[in-house]
């Protein structure tokens, strides 16, 4: 799937991944996945975690404004 993570300042990644992991501020985490049902929720000021083709893994910054 297309992914663009960004944060208030920055993009910070542009391009494919199989899955993105990210922390809800309820302290657990979701993971989206290609076709995914839409999300409305709030995310925790928490490295993202981009799952690439072939397995590999990606950490991002932060999400959050410092």
């Given amino acids: 799937m297309e992914v663009q993570l960004v944060s ?3 993009v910070l990644y542009v391009g494919e991944a199989d899955m993105v992991i990210a922390r809800t501020l309820g302290g657990g985490e979701i993971a989206f ?34």
């Fill in 8 to 10: 208030p300042e920055q």
């Fill in 33 to 66: 996945l290609k076709g995914h049902a839409p999300f409305l929720g709030a995310l925790a000021d928490s490295p993202v975690r981009l799952v690439l083709s072939g397995g590999s893994q990606n950490a991002s910054q932060s999400t959050a404004a410092s």
